[in-house]
């Protein structure tokens, strides 16, 4: 019985099934945290865009900057 079940779990290459189910895992993950970061940027493009030129003005920076702001591209 030993002996069918090791010769099952070659033909069936175990290894290969592990190694495609943490690919497919992984690359699920990476979506999800590039989907959470993608809202987060906009989110904070959202919230400083409703702002007045004036208070964009009072904290430095102006509407062109929003954009590289949110994505982490600049410091403010």
Known sequence: MTQMILAASGWLNFNFITSAYMAVANAYLNLRAHM?????????????????????NDMGLHRGMIRELAEGSRRA
């Open 36 to 56: 959470i970061r993608r809202a987060s940027v906009n989110r904070t493009i959202n919230e400083l865009s409703a702002l007045s030129d004036r208070e964009l």
